[in-house]
């Protein structure tokens, strides 16, 4: 999942849910993005 992925995702969730949600959107992304970069450095060194 690339940025503009990630951006688009994020301005969806935002639209779609109401404001308490937005920690856990912002929460849910950053762990996303964070796994992505993880799987992308073990098939990048392996």
């Not at 688009?8 to 762990?31: G, N, P, W």
């Amino acid at each position: 999942m690339d940025f503009a992925t990630i951006y688009s995702f994020m301005k969806t969730s935002v639209s779609l849910s109401a404001v308490e949600d937005l920690d856990l959107v912002k929460m849910f992304v950053f762990i996303n993005a964070i796994s992505s970069a993880l799987r992308f450095n073990e098939s990048h060194y392996n």
